[in-house]
């Protein structure tokens, strides 16, 4: 049976959508957590139980379990009442763009194909017996071989009865005069899967010894992005929230080796360095974040370049290397997993590691060779939020430099800002506790009904919102926020809304009539002495002008105004 949205809205809960995706703390009757959709280190994005939604007081980003979908994995409306649905086994009446849905299909027909490729060829098989893999870790990673015959993937593609084009349109399937074949063919194949069990495209290696490249991606597409993408979150975030802690290495077989040695908390990067959009998604998960990455000097370098950005993002940046000459893969291969556990127990701040790295150097022996290490770690420093941090890194620079910490007293102090313009306080208080006692008593939008209060509300978002709401009233419509924001097609007034919702103007039961009224009163006596302050102006102007007749009539309506003002306002 298909359901409403109204429906499905009422059988999912907002919580356990978004604590999927943000670590979420109790606060009072509502949760609390860093936002996703931007950088803050205080917490401001807000869910409530009990109204079904939530709202960032600092970006204004807010709406119901749908909206965050929508936003957080950059869904269609429609696609995200799929998605939901998927995830809680409820079909939804619906109408819209299905070619993202389209793609995750044909992806995942695609990674069954391969995965029955790799069991019927052994040459891939004993590949990844070479490497460690075990079958099971292959079935757990879904890892797969791309078959050199098009005779084969022809077959295939037929049998799925999805359409050629929407395979083609994916990139991995592609077409060569008239024949399809696929970008993988003779690789081994691994399916990169999102956070909801969906698989958005696939890395390749080559099984040939100077094969190149040695590893292709599928191309980005409006499923798949590299830079925001990342390698085994599907299997590893569980791990991740249970020890609050994340590794980052770079490399597909990286990560399968690690997670077989039993260091399960760890993504790997798609062929980039670690990016901002990366860590975004990471911080969701934990506030503790590893890179384990080669000790040459450009995995040094890479690793410095996330100072400023851990900084910026309240991240506590470490850092593990690898003896020389290892990668994770090989790490494991040759020393077991207990090596494993031993190297990760030598885990340091990033900026500590750089100071190790460089002290025992014999540039450092130079002038010049200060001057280029302090000139390099300088904006690192300054970058450091926390005061007396960043006052301990200068004085271990003044230790390891010989140059007295006074020298530094420019260093710049950072205050703690969340990059984005906070709400409109003008545009605030009275109009949320308004609009939050017109929700929480949809009766009172009644006292609207014959009045001219709608045409003294001088804010446009205001009186449109109200305008809004006393219709809804009317035509007998549910007025609840999770329900009322999805007939809003102003970003504007979603955020009115929310931003009443999580006002605490409602406190006793007779509050939101007292609210009502008094603003009624307000906007009144603020629409009248404005009235009399123009007809004065005028007034003004006809008697300059010597108009008797207009400077009678004007007067006249002087009058009327000054009377109601007095009889209702004084």
């Given at each position: ?58 970006c ?28 809680y086994g ?83 399937v ?11 063919g ?35 597409s ?21 020890r ?18 039993g ?135 003044s ?8 020298h ?26 308004v ?9 009172l ?122 009889n209702?306002?004084?």
């Open positions: 049976m298909k359901v409403s949205v109204d429906e499905l809205l009422q059988r999912v809960n907002i919580i356990d959508v978004i604590s999927q995706h943000v670590k979420l703390r109790k606060a009072g009757k509502d949760y609390m957590g860093l936002c996703p959709f931007h950088k803050e280190k205080t917490p401001s994005f807000t869910v409530s139980v009990e109204k079904q939604i939530f709202y960032c007081f600092g204004r980003e807010g709406g119901n379990a749908i909206n965050f979908i929508m936003k957080y994995e950059n869904l269609t409306f429609v696609e995200a009442l799929e998605h939901l649905g998927r995830q409820i079909e939804v009446e619906r109408k819209g763009d299905r070619r993202k849905a389209g793609h995750y299909d044909a992806l995942g027909r695609l990674c069954e194909y391969y995965q029955k490729g790799l069991k019927r060829t052994s040459l891939a098989l004993e590949y990844l017996a070479r490497r460690g893999i075990s079958r099971e870790i292959a079935d757990e990673f879904r890892l797969g071989y791309s078959v050199r015959s098009r005779g084969t993937l022809k077959a295939f593609l037929k049998a799925t009865e999805i359409p050629a084009d929407v395979f083609l349109s994916t990139g991995v592609r077409m060569k005069e008239t024949d399809l074949y696929d970008m993988f003779g690789r081994i194949v691994i399916p990169i899967i999102d956070v909801n069990k969906r698989v958005i495209g696939f890395g390749g290696r080559t099984l040939e010894k100077d094969g190149i490249p040695k590893y292709v991606n599928s191309p980005e409006s499923v798949f992005s590299k830079r925001t993408s990342l390698f085994g979150i599907d299997r590893t975030k569980k791990h991740i929230t249970n609050d802690e994340v590794y980052i290495v770079e490399g597909y077989f990286d990560l399968i080796a690690l997670y077989g040695a260091l399960t908390n760890v993504v790997s990067t798609l062929g980039t360095s670690v990016t901002e959009g990366q860590i975004m998604k990471l911080r969701n998960y934990t506030e503790n974040i590893t890179l384990m990455l080669d000790g040459d000097e450009a995995g040094i370098k890479s690793a410095l370049r996330l100072i400023g950005l851990f900084a910026e993002m309240d991240v506590n940046g470490n850092m593990v290397v690898l003896p020389e000459g290892h990668d994770p893969d090989s790490f494991v291969r040759e020393k077991g997993a207990r090596a494993v556990a031993e190297v990760t127990k030598g885990k340091k701040p990033i900026l500590d590691f750089y100071f190790d790295h460089y002290a025992g150097r014999e540039k450092m022996a130079t002038l010049r060779g200060k001057q280029a290490f302090i000139m390099q770690v300088m904006p690192h420093i300054e970058a450091i939020r926390d005061r007396v941090k960043r006052r301990l890194y200068v004085k271990r620079l230790e390891l430099t010989g140059v007295e910490e006074e530094f007293a420019g260093t710049r102090t950072y205050e703690v800002r969340d990059g984005v313009p906070r709400a409109n306080a003008a545009k605030g208080m009275i109009e949320r506790k609009i939050n006692a017109c929700m929480a008593r949809p009766e939008l009644g006292f609207f009904k014959g009045k001219e209060v709608l045409c003294y509300i001088r804010d446009d978002d205001v009186r449109e919102l109200i305008t809004r709401m006393v219709t809804c009233f009317e035509q007998g419509k549910n007025l609840d926020v999770k329900n009322f924001i999805e007939t809003l097609d102003k970003e504007d007034l979603k955020g009115l809304v929310l931003d009443a919702a999580f006002d605490e103007a409602g406190a006793g039961p007779d509050e939101p009539e007292k609210v009502l009224l008094d603003y009624f009163r307000h906007i009144e006596r603020q629409f009248f002495r404005e009235k009399s302050k123009k007809i004065t102006e005028k007034l003004a102007e006809a008697e300059r002008s010597g108009d008797a007749a207009a400077v009678t009539e004007l007067l006249e309506q002087k009058r009327q105004v000054l009377t109601h003002i007095k209702n306002f004084l």
